[in-house]
T-cell receptor
Framework: DVKVTQSSRYLVKRTGEKVFLECVQD?????MFWYRQDPGLGLRLIYF???????EKGDIPEGYSVSREKKERFSLILESASTNQTSMYLC??????????FGPGTRLTVT | AQKVTQAQTEISVVEKEDVTLDCVYE???????LFWYKQPPSGELVFLIR??????QNEISGRYSWNFQKSTSSFNFTITASQVVDSAVYFC?????????????FGKGTHLIIQP
């Protein structure tokens, strides 16, 4: 079975802190993705990566950056957390052209 | 631009009823993939089905069935004899033009409540 894990299920951070969300997949997938999910807005793509050290902006990249130093790991970084970044963050991975497999999500609260 | 519309925000039915979740999509591309995902209260999205644009055959998997109609740009999902465990948010999604590494375009989801 494909397994995508995220470093934390719940996280509480203060405004201005630097936040790291980690995602690891064990299926050697080329593609990895970060989404955020908000009530009424659905899932929105933040960043994706199709190879090590490669990254592409999604629909809402502002305030975020990513890092992919190894194929299995894709990190989302909030350089200076703000309250409007309080959300559920979902990581996914996939082979090219096929379905994405999602991790359990990290519910981030910024106070 | 592409778009996925799930017009039903919330559906509530009594257990054992059949229920259909609607999905309408827009894309200019002739080659694309459509997906359905389930998100139970635990939060993790679970992949249910993938359908490519050239395959209009309906699919059945146990109590689940999917009706893909390219003529109406719809990819509807029916649960037969619903059960309480089917309660979840269901998302329809579209792979972008070219089927590349881009993220999926999701609908806003339908919250399905199955009452005992």
């Amino acid at each position: 079975d494909v397994k995508v894990t995220q470093s934390s299920r719940y996280l509480v951070k203060r405004t201005g802190e630097k936040v790291f969300l980690e995602c690891v997949q064990d299926m050697d997938h080329e593609n990895m993705f970060w989404y955020r999910q908000d009530p009424g807005l659905g899932l929105r793509l933040i960043y994706f990566s199709y190879d090590v050290k490669m990254k592409e902006k999604g629909d809402i990249p502002e305030g975020y950056s990513v890092s992919r130093e190894k194929k299995e790991r894709f990190s989302l970084i909030l350089e200076s957390a703000s309250t409007n970044q309080t959300s559920m963050y979902l990581c996914a991975s996939s082979p090219p052209l096929l379905e994405q497999y999602f991790g359990p999500g990290t519910r981030l609260t910024v106070t | 631009a592409q778009k996925v519309t799930q017009a039903q925000t919330e559906i509530s039915v009594v257990e054992k009823e059949d229920v259909t979740l609607d999905c309408v999509y827009e894309t200019r591309d002739t080659t694309y993939y459509l997906f359905w995902y389930k998100q139970p209260p635990s939060g993790e999205l679970v992949f249910l089905i993938r359908r490519n644009s050239f395959d209009e055959q309906n699919e059945i998997s146990g109590r689940y069935s999917w009706n893909f109609q390219k003529s109406t740009s719809s990819f509807n999902f029916t649960i037969t004899a619903s059960q309480v465990v089917d309660s979840a948010v269901y998302f329809c999604a579209l792979n972008p033009p070219g089927g590349g590494a881009d993220g999926l375009t999701f609908g806003k989801g339908t919250h399905l409540i199955i009452q005992p």
